[in-house]
């Protein structure tokens, strides 16, 4: 990734690279689950004060992984926008089962 990429069809292409090991896949969709929780907690409840948790599990999930286990830097710093669409693009594809959670990655 060092020319800048100018689509985001372009940034998905690259995106999974950069979140291969299984481990990786699994934080990013717990980290994304759970804001979907924190959502409809707000909704249902009204308490409008917990929607500060979403940012803290959106990217601490996300940026643990990549710091932990993919040992990279997150797109985030360099995509903000590409990178949020891409997580929840990759959640509802590992949902639906287009993506895999096993990338078949043995050096986890």
């Not at 985030?76 to 990655?105: A, H, M, R, V």
Request: hydrophobic share 45%; proline share 4%.
């Amino acid at each position: 990734m060092s020319e800048r990429i100018k689509t985001f069809k372009e940034f998905y292409q690259f995106y999974p690279t950069e979140h291969s090991k299984t481990g990786t896949r699994i934080l990013h969709f717990i980290g994304t689950l759970l804001i979907f929780f924190v959502i409809g907690y707000v909704i249902y409840s009204g308490k409008e004060r917990f929607l500060w948790y979403i940012p803290i599990f959106g990217y601490g999930f996300a940026w643990i992984s990549h710091a932990l286990i993919e040992r990279n830097k997150p797109a985030t710093f360099k995509y903000p926008f590409w990178s949020l669409i891409s997580d929840f693009k990759l959640f509802f594809e590992l949902l639906i089962g287009k993506q895999k959670f096993n990338t078949l990655d043995k050096s986890q």
